[in-house]
């Protein structure tokens, strides 16, 4: 509520509420580990028995999808390439014949269903677009060729 001199008290919406933290259980940080072990950006996430319980994978990917770590592609689950630098909002914002090119976009996640050779040339071709590969940041998890004169 909140007073306004013409009209008033004025109600007015309450925030919603902080959505409570998730707690992890210790099954589900167990088959993260195991699953990021395992499965490398772009592999299919199938469960296998060595990964653990078959539940908990299930809980485990869901929760993945959820948060863009694995992306869901007909019908099949991939690892995401989160760190790549690879810009997915520059190639879902392509025209449909670009992205066509290279696969899809879908739900904000572009992924890529042609063979390496043409995901080669597309690399060579736009190498030097900071659209589609931005610089480098701190929390990249994918080690980059170094440009010439760096440092680090």
């Known amino acids: 509520m909140k007073w306004e001199h013409e009209k008033g008290l004025v109600v007015t919406e309450k925030p919603p509420d902080p959505e409570p933290e998730r707690k992890v259980s210790k099954a589900l ?7 990021f072990h395992k499965f490398k950006p772009g592999d ?6 060595e990964l653990g319980a078959n539940a908990t994978f299930y809980r485990w990917r869901d929760d993945a999808v959820e948060s ?12 995401g390439a989160s760190g790549t630098g690879v810009s997915d909002s520059w190639l879902c914002g392509a025209s449909k014949a670009e992205q066509a090119k290279l696969g899809e976009c879908v739900n904000g996640d572009f992924v890529m269903t042609v063979h390496t050779d043409v995901l080669q040339e597309f690399v060579k071709t736009h190498a ?10 701190a929390d990249d998890t994918l080690p980059r060729e170094r ?6």
């Open 29 to 35: 940080a167990h088959m993260a580990r195991n699953c």
């Open 128 to 137: 030097a677009d900071l659209g589609v590969f931005p610089e480098p940041s």
């Open 68 to 79: 863009g770590l694995v992306v869901q592609h007909s019908g099949k689950y991939f690892m």
């Open 147 to 152: 440009k010439s004169g760096d440092s680090k």
């Open 44 to 49: 299919e996430v199938a469960y296998s028995c």
